[in-house]
């Protein structure tokens, strides 16, 4: 059976925690939280002919790239990088801490989780912003912790990449 570190990477308030909560424990809470340092949680996914075991490290929210604590990044087969769809600047925030990841741990498989999704009549970032992002040849996966929208998919497309790499 492999296991593979993975990296739930954002700013602060974008869902991190409740993603992971959702996918481990199929609960969610609306009360906030605040991460600090890393939470380390843990789930077996079962793919066609592979079982991997996925050390999920939720870190805590970054507002600016150099917050970033490279040590927690080592030993990481790949990440989730969370942005809130509500709030503008935590996909900027996000580009940003993409390029920081990649410089420190290399290209890794990753995926990018547009969170709040049952909330897009309030979103702030376009149809138009995505494209250009899959245009670049990023995996971007709409999803709600509150619902449980496109949690699941988002964990085994991870692991999927993870097992194929």
Same mark, same amino acid.
């Given at each position: 059976m492999l296991q593979k570190k993975i990296c739930m990477l954002g700013t602060?308030?974008?869902?991190?925690?409740s993603l992971v909560r959702?996918?481990?424990d199929s609960i969610y809470s609306d009360k906030y939280h605040t991460t600090v340092g890393v939470k380390i949680d843990k789930k077996l996914v079962k793919l066609d002919s592979?079982?991997?075991t996925l050390m999920l490290w939720d870190l805590e929210g970054t507002q600016t790239e150099n917050d970033l604590r490279k040590s927690y990044l080592r030993g990481a087969a790949g990440y989730l990088l969370v942005i809130d769809g509500t709030r503008q600047d935590t996909l900027y925030q996000a580009l940003a801490l993409q390029t920081r990841? /990649?410089?420190t741990i290399? +290209?890794?498989?990753?995926l990018l989780l547009m969170n709040k999704s049952d909330l897009t009549s309030e979103w702030?970032?376009? /149809?138009?912003?995505?494209? +250009?992002l899959q245009d670049k040849g990023w995996g971007v996966i709409k999803t709600s912790a509150k619902t449980g929208f496109g949690v699941d998919d988002a964990?085994?497309?991870?692991a999927q990449k993870l097992a194929e790499a």
């Amino acid at each position: 059976m492999l296991q593979k570190k993975i990296c739930m990477l954002g700013t602060f308030a974008v869902g991190k925690t409740s993603l992971v909560r959702r996918f481990v424990d199929s609960i969610y809470s609306d009360k906030y939280h605040t991460t600090v340092g890393v939470k380390i949680d843990k789930k077996l996914v079962k793919l066609d002919s592979t079982e991997l075991t996925l050390m999920l490290w939720d870190l805590e929210g970054t507002q600016t790239e150099n917050d970033l604590r490279k040590s927690y990044l080592r030993g990481a087969a790949g990440y989730l990088l969370v942005i809130d769809g509500t709030r503008q600047d935590t996909l900027y925030q996000a580009l940003a801490l993409q390029t920081r990841v /990649e410089q420190t741990i290399g +290209a890794v498989p990753f995926l990018l989780l547009m969170n709040k999704s049952d909330l897009t009549s309030e979103w702030s970032i376009s /149809e138009r912003e995505t494209a +250009a992002l899959q245009d670049k040849g990023w995996g971007v996966i709409k999803t709600s912790a509150k619902t449980g929208f496109g949690v699941d998919d988002a964990f085994h497309s991870l692991a999927q990449k993870l097992a194929e790499a």
